[in-house]
T-cell receptor, first 113, second 114 residues
Framework: GAVVSQHPSRVICKSGTSVKIECRSL??????MFWYRQFPKKSLMLMAT?????????EQGVEKDKFLINHASLTLSTLTVTSAHPEDSSFYIC?????????FGQGTRLTVV | AQTVTQSQPEMSVQEAETVTLSCTYD???????LFWYKQPPSRQMILVIR??????QNATENRFSVNFQKAAKSFSLKISDSQLGDTAMYFC???????????FGTGTRLQVFP
């Protein structure tokens, strides 16, 4: 079946630094990928839609300059959290669709100290 | 606005028993898909079941079945013969047909007791 791989699974960074999270579709091409954020014991909130070869579409309230998304190829989307702050600490999940079905990465736990 | 509501933050059930998780949604779309996802402690999202809105027949996948009431915009999940491995967060989700964007409910934490 289709597989989406997300890396890293955990990352700890210092306040003010930037962190890059990768999302790869391993055995299919994805023109669109999605990035979600999940707070502890909460739901997944869609942050943005990553479009291959064009700008990402951000949901209302998501700072596009803080959460940079690059979809450079049909199998890779990256989310860069710039100038990270403790309030950016969260669980980030990507997904890519193959047909009607969404496949999710394993998620990345970001801790900003 | 499209919203998905799960009114049960937590549920518990004894092993081998049946439990029903509730979900309601709001949309002006006429055609869409509804899903139930499971998120175990590993945090990996796993598809449980899918329902196409234009199909009246309720979807079934082994021990999992749904009660889809389109007019009421209700989409509940029934888990029969509950197993310890069913312990997880369960999310109801919605997507219009013309997009892959998923809108998730707030989740129900299900605990299966031996």
């Amino acid at each position: 079946g289709a597989v989406v791989s997300q890396h890293p699974s955990r990352v700890i960074c210092k306040s003010g630094t930037s962190v890059k999270i990768e999302c790869r579709s391993l055995d299919f091409q994805a023109t669109t990928m999605f990035w979600y954020r999940q707070f502890p014991k909460k739901s997944l909130m869609l942050m943005a839609t990553s479009n291959e070869g064009s700008k990402a579409t951000y949901e209302q309230g998501v700072e596009k300059d803080k959460f940079l998304i690059n979809h450079a190829s049909l199998t890779l989307s990256t989310l860069t959290v710039t100038s990270a702050h403790p309030e950016d600490s969260s669980f980030y999940i990507c997904s890519a669709s193959f047909g009607w079905r969404a496949f999710f990465g394993q998620g990345t736990r970001l801790t900003v100290v | 606005a499209q919203t998905v509501t799960q009114s049960q933050p937590e549920m518990s059930v004894q092993e081998a028993e049946t439990v029903t998780l509730s979900c309601t949604y709001d949309t002006s779309e006429s055609n869409y898909y509804l899903f139930w996802y499971k998120q175990p402690p590993s945090r990996q999202m796993i598809l449980v079941i899918r329902q196409e809105a234009y199909k009246q027949q309720n979807a079934t996948e082994n021990r999992f079945s749904v009660n889809f009431q389109k007019a009421a915009k209700s989409f509940s999940l029934k888990i029969s013969d509950s197993q310890l491995g069913d312990t997880a967060m369960y999310f109801c989700a919605f997507t219009p047909v013309n997009t892959d964007k998923l809108i998730f409910g707030t989740g129900t934490r299900l605990q299966v007791f031996p």
